[in-house]
Structure formats: structure tokens, C-alpha cells
């Protein structure tokens, strides 16, 4: 039901609200037997402890009676009685009533501490990387190395088959394939979201997997698609990049991706205050320039702005890649064209790999993307 109320529009635009409607009232119909069931027994246990408490009182007030009239009992000895009593009764009718309750909390408390109890295969605090190589000196070079990869819910499908490339300390790399090639997949592996199986993933020759990992993330940025924004303000939203900046680094990041004019706003991304897709990207790559990092990983950053808001987030994008080792996953060519090197991805495979001019005189699949892309 929630997810028909955020998304009415598009339940609209298909002309599947009776649909919508229909399955709703299916579920619930699917969901009466138990509903019947759980609402007797909490009714019976709801009268059971209404019952026991007014027959407790009952009792006590005809024992009582007994007592005060052959005087072994005086009334203030019964009132202190009886209120002792009243509270402990109240207590046991209110512990019947929530035993239906019991069911629901016990599942969401295995649910709870199942999640808790589940080890990260990748540890991401930094007290869980004593002993790993420490990146400092960073140079910026990647390379994979007969790399295969399966997501971990899909074992048995290969997003990547045996892809080896090297990116040089600060060369720009781009990534370019039709969708479900495995382009964002190198990135995920970049940051080390996953481990691969099979090859390696190195950077500066060294196995990704040897990098304390908390620190070695402090030297690459990452700018996606969709970067998230919270509800802080534009301060906040950039002192994100490194927490421990200081507000005149915060608003030089802010200038370097033209967004200080936003400054000194309240709050980003709420009614009041909306923010548009250009804005958010100039938001994520500001986050990037106070991070400072060695290696700038772009997951189709602009690819969701028009043209005229990707020409200012691209130089903004242009100035932030100097000097450093970028790969930027790209749909739209024009913004990859100038790449010292271009990979060519094609179901999970590289399969070219050169500059831009290099690419086009060869004729082949790269070729034909940028044809497709120019129509």
C-alpha cells in the first residue's frame, strides 16, 4: 500500500490503479484467516485478564468483609491490603493482554540480532584492519589481473570474465559498454564493496585485500549517479567528504565545484527547499574535491542531467580529475572522449581498449557506440 501511495503517478501513467486496488484487497483477503485467529485469541486473553482482575477484587472486598466484621482486620490495614494487591493484579492483566504481542517481538528480535550476529566478510572499521599495510605514499595505479566475478546472490553468473588492464598513477580511464557489461561493477570492486575469487584487484601492485581498508578509502572518491543527499544543509553535505575540514576548506570545495552560492542554505533535498540534479552532482563532486583523493572513481556521473547542466558539472568534473588517477563509467561519449585511455567492456569482457582517436580508427565496437551516441 505504501509503495502505490509514493508511486501514484506511475501507477497512473500504466492505468494500473484497479489492478493495484485488486491486489491489495487479494492480500487481504489472503490475510483474514490469521487476522480472525490472532484477533480471537487476543480478545480471550484481553477478557481473561479483565475477568481475573475484577474477580481478584471481588474476592479480596468478601474476604475482607469477613475479616472487619469479627474484628481480626481494621479498615487501614485492609486499604493497605487491597492497594498492594490492586497493583499486582493491574501488572498480571497488563502481561496477559501483551502475550499476543509475543509472537511479533520474538521474530523481529531473532531478526534483529541475526543481522547483528552476521559476520562482514570485508571489515570496514578501522579496528578490524590492525595489521593491514597502511596506504600511505599512494601513487594511484590500478590494475586488475584476471579478474572473474560473480555477485554473491547470483554465484553461478559472471559479471566479469577474465578482465586484465593496468591505469597508470594519473592517467583518466574510461569506461564505456552497453548496460549489464560489468562497467559498474569495476568500480564497486575498486572500493572494494566485494572481494573477487578469481584474479586480483591491485593497487600500486599491491593486493587490494592486504590495504587497511578504513584508510585506503580515505584515498579514493567516488561521485555516482545518484549521490545521496541528507537533510543538512549544504555545509553539512560537503563536510561529509572529510569531517575533520574546517569551514574555510568546506567553502573552497564549494567554490571549486560552483555551488557556494547554495552555501548558506538551511537544508537540501526537502519540499521546501528541492534540489535539482545538477545541484546534487555539483553537491557530490564538492564532497570530492575536500576529500582530496588519490583515486576518483565516476559512476556515470552526469548521465542523468540535461545537456546544458552536464556542460557545468563536466568542468567541474574536468578540474577535479587533475592530477589523479580517475575512471569515470560513462554512457555518453563526448564525456570520456579525451581519457588518456578508453576501456571497452562487452558481456563482462574487455574487449578494446586505447584513446579516443585510437578507437575510431580501429572500426570496430567502440566505433559504433560513438556513432550510436552522436545520433
Known amino acids: 500500500m505504501s509503495e502505490c501511495v509514493i508511486n501514484t503517478k506511475t501507477i497512473f501513467s500504466f492505468n494500473f490503479q484497479q489492478t493495484a486496488v485488486d491486489m491489495y484487497l487479494s492480500l487481504l483477503l489472503s490475510e483474514s484467516d490469521d487476522y480472525i485467529f490472532n484477533a480471537l485469541w487476543s480478545g480471550f486473553l484481553m477478557g481473561m485478564g479483565a475477568f481475573a482482575t475484577y474477580a481478584c477484587c471481588a474476592t479480596m472486598i ?5 475479616f472487619i466484621l469479627d474484628f481480626t482486620l481494621n479498615f487501614n490495614d485492609f486499604m493497605f491490603t487491597i492497594s498492594t494487591l490492586m497493583l499486582m493484579v493491574v501488572g498480571i492483566s497488563e502481561g496477559l493482554n501483551g502475550i499476543s504481542d509475543y509472537p511479533k517481538a520474538r521474530d523481529a528480535f531473532i531478526s534483529v540480532f541475526k543481522t547483528m550476529r552476521t559476520p562482514s566478510l570485508i571489515p570496514p572499521f578501522l579496528e578490524d584492519n590492525q595489521g593491514k599495510l597502511v596506504p600511505d605514499n599512494l601513487k594511484g595505479k590500478i590494475e586488475f589481473r584476471n ?6 546472490k547470483k554465484p553461478d553468473i559472471d559479471v566479469l570474465k577474465n578482465v586484465s588492464f593496468v591505469i597508470q598513477p594519473g592517467q583518466s ?17 575498486i572500493e572494494r564493496f566485494y572481494d573477487v575469487e578469481i584474479g586480483e584487484v591491485l593497487i600500486d601492485d599491491i593486493n587490494i585485500k592486504d590495504y587497511n581498508l578504513y584508510l585506503l578509502r580515505k584515498k579514493i572518491g567516488l561521485v555516482s549517479q545518484e549521490p545521496v543527499l541528507f537533510k543538512r544543509s549544504v555545509y553539512e553535505n560537503i563536510l561529509y567528504g572529510r569531517l575533520d575540514a574546517n569551514k ?18 538551511k537544508q537540501m533535498g526537502t519540499k521546501e527547499d528541492p534540489v535539482s540534479g545538477g545541484e546534487k552532482q555539483r553537491l557530490a563532486i564538492a564532497r570530492a574535491f575536500l576529500k582530496d583523493p588519490i583515486i576518483l572513481l565516476l ?3 552526469t ?9 557545468g558539472v563536466q568542468k567541474s568534473i574536468d578540474a577535479l580529475q587533475k592530477g589523479r588517477t580517475s575512471v569515470a563509467v560513462a554512457h555518453r561519449l563526448t564525456t570520456i572522449q579525451n581519457s588518456d585511455v578508453i576501456l571497452v567492456m562487452e558481456n563482462g569482457k574487455l574487449v578494446e581498449k586505447g584513446t579516443h582517436e585510437e578507437l575510431l580508427n580501429l572500426g570496430k565496437k567502440y566505433a559504433n557506440l560513438y556513432k550510436y551516441s552522436e545520433q
Open 62 to 66: 468478601f474476604a475482607a468483609k469477613e
Open 147 to 152: 579478474v572473474t566475478f560473480a555477485y554473491p
Open 173 to 189: 580511464a574510461g569506461l564505456v559498454g552497453y548496460s549489464g557489461c560489468g562497467k559498474s561493477t569495476i568500480i564497486q570492486l
Open 248 to 265: 574555510e576548506e568546506v567553502l573552497s570545495a564549494a567554490k571549486a565545484a560552483v555551488i557556494e552560492k547554495f552555501f548558506d542554505k
Open 299 to 301: 559512476d556515470e556521473a
Open 303 to 311: 548521465s542523468a542531467l540535461d545537456k546544458e547542466s552536464e556542460k
